[in-house]
Nanobody
Framework: QVQLVESGGGLVQPGGSLRLSCAAS????????MRWYRQAPGKERELVAT???????NYADSVKGRFTISRDNAKNTVYLQMNSLKPEDTAVYYC???????????????WGQGTQVTVSS
């Protein structure tokens, strides 16, 4: 079994900051790419940021310069530092990990349960 557990969401004023965390646990052999997605009410889920196993990063245009994705491989954890938050950043944020499990050695994508981020005054 593999689990991804997110934390760090909440309510913040426009211009504020939040840091999301997502810890992977369970029968993990190796973790490849890790990603953050978000889904706002009435909208499709969108990819926000990606980080590879060697920490190459990529961002959606809407968050470039404001969000930073990072990872701690020793802790199997990915982070999303969100600065200069805007009301349009309001969404449920999901982490996604592309990993190989130690049970059947297959590579699959796993999802966290999501954490709500609300940007409002």
């Amino acid at each position: 079994q593999v689990q991804l557990v997110e934390s760090g969401g909440g309510l913040v004023q426009p211009g504020g900051s939040l840091r999301l965390s997502c810890a992977a646990s369970g029968s993990i052999l190796s973790i490849k790419d890790m990603r953050w997605y978000r889904q706002a009410p009435g909208k499709e889920r969108e990819l926000v940021a990606t980080i590879t196993s060697i920490s190459i990063t990529n961002y959606a245009d809407s968050v470039k310069g404001r969000f930073t994705i990072s990872r701690d491989n020793a802790k199997n954890t990915v982070y999303l530092q969100m600065n200069s938050l805007k009301p349009e950043d309001t969404a449920v944020y999901y982490c996604n990990a592309d990993l190989v499990n130690s049970i059947d050695y297959r590579r699959r994508a796993y999802w966290g349960q999501g954490t709500q981020v609300t940007v409002s005054s």
